[in-house]
Antibody, heavy 123, light 107 residues
Framework: EVQLVQSGAEVKKPGESLKISCKGSGYRFTGYWIGWVRQMPGKGLEWMGIVNPGDSDTRYSPSFQGQVTISADKSISTAYLQWSSLKASDTAMYYC????????????????WGQGTTVTVSS | EIVLTQSPATLSLSPGERATLSCRASQSVSNFLAWYQQKPGQAPRLLIYDASNRATGIPARFSGSGSGTDFTLTISSLEPEDFAVYYCQQRSNWPPGFGGGTEVEIK
């Protein structure tokens, strides 16, 4: 079974650092980009960026460039999303998703999703 | 950056009725548009990719159409499990992005 399993919920204080993970299984991890999507409480979906686990190439939405770091370790089939200094406005649910293309165009159709990681930032 | 506008924001229907959801792009996205369903407390699920192709395991009552700037997701006869929020998403230009969502609620 193809699946993405994310790390557990986090509660942090403003200014702290954080790294959450997303482990893929059931497919060739290096064959697909992995990306992250934010969903703030009661709001819609926001695409953050993607990483190619094969060569660690990354692409970011301008809204998130410089705010987070996306990476992957292909040896353990795991992608990461990290912050160096959290803000209260980072409080949200974060989903990882396998990205693919169905023949042409950007590899950004999300066909498999993780269960989500809740991040709460509060003093 | 391409903006996707979904309408209506909320659709109130009864089981068995037909649902028609709209997604309009601020510029052409060709057919590089997907639809996702999200139920409360769950991750989104891919329904339709490249405007009109059902993803694996998606029932035939879901169909997508359109190209360029105007797209439609149709649910031919609503089942109880179809009441959820639906998002469109384009992958034509960077960055890929989502529409604001349409909630299909029980009337």
């Amino acid at each position: 079974e193809v699946q993405l399993v994310q790390s557990g919920a986090e509660v942090k204080k403003p200014g702290e650092s954080l790294k959450i993970s997303c482990k893929g299984s059931g497919y060739r991890f290096t064959g697909y980009w992995i990306g992250w999507v934010r969903q703030m409480p009661g709001k819609g979906l926001e695409w953050m960026g993607i990483v190619n686990p094969g060569d660690s190439d990354t692409r970011y939405s301008p809204s998130f460039q410089g705010q987070v770091t996306i990476s992957a370790d292909k040896s353990i089939s795991t992608a990461y999303l990290q912050w160096s200094s959290l803000k209260a406005s980072d409080t949200a649910m974060y989903y990882c998703a396998r990205h693919r293309t169905y023949g042409s165009g950007n590899p950004c159709t999300m066909d498999v999703w993780g269960q989500g990681t809740t991040v709460t930032v509060s003093s | 950056e391409i903006v996707l506008t979904q309408s209506p924001a909320t659709l109130s229907l009864s089981p068995g009725e037909r649902a028609t959801l709209s997604c309009r792009a601020s510029q052409s996205v060709s057919n590089f548009l997907a639809w996702y369903q999200q139920k409360p407390g769950q991750a989104p699920r891919l329904l339709i990719y490249d405007a009109s192709n059902r993803a694996t395991g998606i029932p035939a009552r879901f169909s997508g159409s359109g190209s360029g700037t105007d797209f439609t997701l149709t649910i031919s006869s609503l089942e109880p499990e179809d009441f959820a929020v639906y998002y469109c998403q384009q992958r034509s230009n960077w960055p890929p992005g989502f529409g604001g969502g349409t909630e299909v609620e029980i009337k």
